[in-house]
T-cell receptor, first 110, second 114 residues
């Protein structure tokens, strides 16, 4: 089966950098997704990593280490609108769907 | 471009009532999914479909039914509503079930069972 661990909550200051960690256990690794979910809204796709290393996309970057079962999402130049939950997900082994972590709720303060 | 459309957005049901949550996508995606999300919890997969006429159970299918008669539509049926089914329901679709194809989500249906 799968398991994903993420911190439940984080707080960071506007303009700062924050790193949201995700550790996972899965057999037959086939990539890792990050989604953003604002309160009361639908999740939206942020990034996908299948190879080790850092993928940069504007203010957001995602890192993967397959040997450590570890990923992080890096948010730079934090803005108030970045206050949201960030969900880590991996494809479910032997099935055509995703297994989601419970998410990290990020609060950006002035 | 509409993407994934869910109706209704909000609904209150009485215990024992039935209802269908509608989901439609216009992206010609083969794969469609139904999730529920309880407060402070992750997304739990209820049912999914890999194409018209094919459905399969997810992690929490009890109390629900689905059908997939067309590529576009994937309705979720609650037959005998129970308070434990109070949740936010999200429908999603993707081009394929694995690999680098992200899932696209609808805006959700907020359902309360009283």
């Amino acid at each position: 089966g799968q398991n994903i661990d993420q911190p439940t909550e984080m707080t960071a200051t506007e303009g700062a950098i924050v790193q949201i960690n995700c550790t996972y256990q899965t057999s037959g690794f086939n990539g890792l997704f990050w989604y953003q979910q604002h309160a009361g809204e639908a999740p939206t796709f942020l990034s996908y990593n299948v190879l080790d290393g850092l993928e940069e996309k504007g203010r957001f970057s995602s890192f993967l280490s397959r040997s450590k079962g570890y990923s992080y999402l890096l948010l730079k130049e934090l803005q108030m609108k970045d206050s949201a939950s960030y969900l880590c997900a991996v494809p479910q082994t032997g099935a055509n769907n995703l297994f989601f972590g419970t998410g990290t709720r990020l609060t950006v303060i002035p | 471009n509409a993407g994934v459309t869910q109706t209704p957005k909000f609904r209150i049901l009485k215990i024992g009532q039935s209802m269908t949550l509608q989901c439609a996508q216009d992206m010609n995606h083969n794969y469609m999914y139904w999730y529920r999300q309880d407060p402070g919890m992750g997304l739990k997969l209820i049912y999914y479909s890999v194409g018209a006429g094919i459905t399969d159970k997810g992690e929490v299918p009890n109390g629900y039914n689905v059908s997939r008669s067309t590529t576009e539509d994937f309705p979720l049926r609650l037959e005998l509503a129970a308070p434990s089914q109070t949740s936010v329901y999200f429908c999603a679709s993707s081009y394929s079930g694995t690999g680098n194809q992200p899932q696209h989500f609808g805006d959700g249906t907020r359902l309360s069972i009283l």
